[in-house]
Nanobody, 123 residues
Framework: QLQASGGGLVQAGGSLRLSCAAS????????MGWFRQAPGKEREFVAG????????RYASSMKGRFTVSGDNAKNTVYLQMNSLKPEDTAVYYC??????????????????WGQGTLVTVSS
């Protein structure tokens, strides 16, 4: 089970840190991803990290503003979001993929999903 938290309301230019805590099983060998879905839009890849190796991947629009990291001891993955923009407003989801060879960006490559956490960026 994956539990995402840390969403909220923030002004443009502000920061938030999302957390994704795993319980019930270990995801130590999984690739973890963050996705988001804005109203009326498809779910899109935000960032991901290969557990163990630390390899990361970002969507181009998030690179330089967002940082994904993991804490194996806490079985938790984080998404630090800086310089937030109103267009970052969305429900953010964390997910786990059994793919261990790379960080996939397609939602159907992920096997487990947490509930979303809402991020609202005001202008």
């Amino acid at each position: 089970q994956l539990q995402a938290s840390g969403g909220g309301l923030v002004q443009a230019g502000g920061s938030l840190r999302l957390s994704c805590a795993a319980s019930g099983r270990t995801f130590s060998g999984y690739t973890m991803g963050w996705f988001r879905q804005a109203p009326g839009k498809e779910r899109e890849f935000v960032a991901g990290i290969k557990r163990g190796g630390g390899v990361t991947r970002y969507a181009s629009s998030m690179k330089g503003r967002f940082t994904v990291s993991g804490d194996n001891a806490k079985n938790t993955v984080y998404l630090q979001m800086n310089s937030l923009k109103p267009e970052d407003t969305a429900v953010y989801y964390c997910a786990a993929s059994q793919r261990s060879d790379w960080v996939p960006a397609a939602p159907n490559e992920y096997d487990y999903w947490g509930q979303g956490t809402l991020v609202t960026v005001s202008s």
